[in-house]
């Protein structure tokens, strides 16, 4: 019988964290069940860096960006060691089960842990990358796509007052979501992903035909993880070849994880975190909390680890088609 759960967010912050952390301790206070939020992540599990919380101690933060947890990722957590302190902590503290919002390494941290200890875990889906199994949509995508479309807007009328070919960097990791969603909502010319081989010739071809098309401006979004380098070693790598083309580069960065969540991720987040923690009292552990067409689904964190979110290829269809 659970009777007091911990709540933590940990790896890379995104948009929505402290929406479903807000979702998460008001459900377990609805429920009367007892909740504690743990700060850094892993780190503070292993730190005793606890918090209790009440349905006050989340009041106002739905609209906020970051963590209010804070989150860091915890190299002392990946030693038998490490692992061994936290779960003294947790005893200590008499917190029976946990909720993870993180990433793909937050769940497998969970799986190692509740293997060697049985403490039950259930997980919700919070990074921008949106390259999680099992969810049509992870915490914080959303937000981040806006983000970067914002940009893409704001870049694209300076490119087109000075008849520029502008490369901009976006984030994804080894996944291409973010690039491929904010490249067809800002019109780009031509969308890089990891999930398809870079022909810096053939981009070249695409450029000048547009050029010969009278474009008076060209946008081409490549994503973090992209096969032939970030977008200052592709752009280098064009101009080299074409050096007529005036080519500037920018690179969104870590701006893309912060801000006010959108609306959607503000609903998500409280979905997933009120679906979370109910399962977890009904008896589910050891899965992720995840949507898909738009119904609350659990995933094996296992699956949810080891199988990569493909891409809509009808999504990368229209990309090409669009660009013209």
């Known amino acids: ?70 989150s860091a990722r915890s190299a002392d957590f990946m030693q038998k060691a490490g692992r061994d302190q936290a779960f003294k902590m947790l005893s200590n503290s008499g917190i029976d089960a946990l909720v ?3 990433g793909d390494g937050t769940f497998r941290g969970a799986t190692i842990f509740n293997s060697e200890f049985g403490t039950p875990f259930v997980g919700i889906p ?27 807007d704001k870049i694209r009328d300076t490119a087109a007052s000075h008849d520029r070919l502008f490369f901009v960097e976006v984030m994804g990791r080894d996944a291409g979501y973010i690039a491929l969603w904010a490249g067809i909502s800002g019109g780009a010319e031509a969308i890089l992903l990891p999930e398809e081989k870079t022909d810096i010739d053939k981009l070249i071809s695409l450029l000048k035909t ?14 973090e993880g992209d096969d032939a380098g970030g977008a200052l070693e592709i752009a280098k790598m064009v101009k080299a070849k074409q050096p007529g083309f005036d080519t500037r580069v920018t690179v969104l960065g870590h ?9 959607f991720d503000r609903i998500l987040g409280s979905r997933l975190g009120v679906a979370a923690t109910q399962e977890l ?7 992720t909390a995840g949507i898909l067409n738009n119904k609350i689904t659990f995933t094996d964190f296992t699956k ?7 891409l809509d290829p009808e999504m990368l269809r229209y990309s090409k088609i669009l660009a013209i």
Do not use: W
């Open 100 to 102: 993870a919002i993180g």
């Open 1 to 70: 019988m659970i009777k007091h759960i911990g709540v933590f967010t940990s790896g890379g912050d995104s948009p929505g964290m402290n929406a479903c952390l807000r979702a998460v301790v008001r459900t377990a206070i609805y429920h009367g069940i007892q909740v504690t939020g743990i700060m850094k992540g892993y780190q503070g599990l292993i730190e005793g860096d606890f918090l209790p919380m009440n349905a006050r101690s989340v009041s106002n933060i739905i609209h906020r960006g970051g963590t209010i947890l804070k």
């Open 255 to 263: 701006v893309q994880r912060g801000g006010s969540p959108s609306a």
């Open 126 to 152: 919070g990074t921008i990358d949106n390259d999680l199994y099992g969810t049509d949509y992870t915490l914080g995508f959303d937000t981040a796509v806006n983000t970067a479309v914002e940009a893409i």
């Open 210 to 223: 547009g050029e010969e098309q009278l474009k008076t401006s060209s946008i081409v979004i490549v994503c």
């Open 304 to 310: 949810a680890t080891k199988q990569h979110a493909p």
């Open 281 to 287: 009292l009904r008896g589910v552990h050891g899965k």
